[in-house]
């Protein structure tokens, strides 16, 4: 059995120089062992000059493989060290794509809470003149346009709450199969007759722990992008699957080891640039011509993703369409669970609309003057006696000097100093009886959080109404009876 000359572990690109300088070390080697006693005895007196001659080039072929091995690591460690860097200049443009996707989140989350403040004096106020007017009153329309306006905004500033991930979600073990198919019909009506819309599922449910409407919210997101894609026409295709991604893919996507629900949504479309996908799911930042796109329906997808423990990945070229893809934690099929389940409790505890709230003690805290002024005149028609504090520490105050029981509190969860969750602990020390509504702009903490899915009823979410006020006002003053 031949074999070859057994080499070192060179690189590939430089085994061929190798070999050679290899075997021409060997040939002189060989030669000056054997061609030196022949040399002694046909001409003596050169024997030493071709020993010589034979050792130099043994040598001399030995450095040359040295050299060449010495180049090629040199030349390995440069390409090692290229793919390196920029491995690491992607992990650092990754770095700032998540610092900025933050920053943005923040800011959007700041933005929303001034202006639920203000949507709640706005709204709040617009219906309650109109409520005061009747159909042939001249104004009335002018009213129902504002409010209606208004709630336009409201519904956009959810929206901002989204991308900022402080939406409150209620997640359950949803069957994303189950929720794609009973999507169908709705995104058929979306995208037109002119696009054909296919889904695909796998026989077995696969179980996420998700909130289902915010689920039906990224499929319509996705959707409508996609239908915007393919004015001419096209192919839409929605795939739910269940997946378990080996531990390079799921390092690569920054998943746990485990088994996932994946959710794909793939078009036909005009595709995406590397510009465009470089800022996909940044705030406001659209593809969409004029003033048709808000850029917030991937930034809102992102966010929701996120929040339900995610990933969301894209895979797009100009001319040929986009694929994404949603990546979930899979979970075990509960035995009995309703989709709709938890969502239903604040409305499983109707109130009386008979119920008076006529000489309560009302302390209302809020940082924003015009949200206790609003508040307030909300209140008054109803006969409650109101007390007003613009802090936490204002509101102690306030309680110490009154004579009498506060009844219920109306506290904003999130206030400079002592916030609302700290100041109705230390207020209940005085008052047992107190029952406390929080009212607030946006998901800002974990107690809020806790607060919304124990006691979704002491939760009052920005912007309200006069009506939703009372009617969780009366609530309260009833189970305190």
Not at 77 to 101: N, P, T, V
Not at 103 to 110: D, I
Not at 237 to 243: D, G, Q
Not at 358 to 373: F, K, M, P, Y
């Amino acid at each position: 059995m031949r074999r070859s000359l057994a080499l070192p572990r060179f690189p590939v690109e430089a085994r061929a120089d190798a070999r050679r300088a290899y075997a021409v070390a060997w040939v002189c080697l060989l030669a000056a062992l054997l061609g030196g006693p022949l040399a002694a005895t046909l001409q003596p007196a050169r024997a030493r000059s071709w020993l010589l001659a034979a050792a130099s080039l043994a040598a001399a072929s030995f450095l040359m493989m040295a050299v060449t091995l010495r180049d090629s690591f040199r030349r390995r460690k440069l390409q090692e060290d290229k793919r390196a860097g920029e491995a690491w200049s992607k992990l650092e443009a990754q770095l700032r794509q998540a610092q900025k996707l933050e920053s943005l989140s923040r800011m959007a989350g700041r933005m929303a809470h001034d202006f639920n403040n203000l949507l709640t004096v706005i709204n709040g106020y617009s219906a309650l003149l109109l409520s005061r007017t009747q159909a042939s009153d001249p104004i009335h329309a002018d009213l129902q346009a504002i409010c209606e306006a208004g709630g336009k905004a409201a519904g956009l500033v959810q929206r901002m709450v989204v991308v900022s991930g402080r939406q409150l979600a209620q997640p359950l073990a949803v069957d994303l199969n189950a929720v794609v198919s009973g999507c169908r019909a709705m995104l058929e009506r979306l995208v037109g007759a002119d696009v054909e819309l296919t889904t695909a599922h796998e026989p077995a449910p696969g179980y996420a722990m998700a909130d289902p409407s915010q689920i039906r919210q990224v499929l319509t997101n996705l959707v409508l992008n996609a239908r915007d894609a393919m004015p001419g026409g096209g192919k839409l295709r929605i795939e739910a699957t269940n997946v378990d991604p080996d531990e390079g893919f799921a390092r690569e996507l920054g998943l746990h080891a485990g088994g996932y629900v994946r959710l794909a949504v793939s078009d036909t479309g005009t595709g995406l640039s590397e510009d465009a996908m470089a800022h996909l799911f940044e705030s406001f930042f659209t593809t969409k011509q004029g003033a048709s796109g808000a850029g917030l329906g991937l930034a809102e997808v992102y966010g929701i993703v996120k929040q339900n423990g995610g990933r969301i990945t894209v895979s797009s070229a100009a001319g040929r369409g986009s694929t994404f893809e949603i990546y979930l934690p899979r979970v075990a099929a509960p035995d009995a669970l309703s989709e709709t389940g938890a969502a239903d409790t604040v409305d499983a505890k109707k109130t009386d609309a008979g119920l008076e709230i006529g000489g309560q003690t009302v302390l209302i805290v809020d940082d924003e003057a015009s949200v206790r002024r609003f508040i307030r005149q909300a209140l008054a028609p109803y006969g409650c006696v109101i007390l007003g504090a613009g802090s936490g520490e204002e509101a102690l105050g306030v309680a110490a000097v009154h004579d009498g029981k506060i009844d219920i509190a109306i506290v904003d969860f999130v206030m400079p100093g002592l916030n609302g969750l700290d100041l109705a602990l230390q207020l209940e020390r005085n008052h047992p009886a107190l029952k406390t509504l929080y009212v607030s702009s946006a998901i800002e903490s974990i107690g809020m959080v806790s607060m919304l899915r124990h006691a979704p009823e002491r939760v009052l979410l920005k912007p309200f109404t006069a009506e939703q006020l009372v009617e969780r006002v009366k609530a309260l003053a009833r189970d305190s009876d």
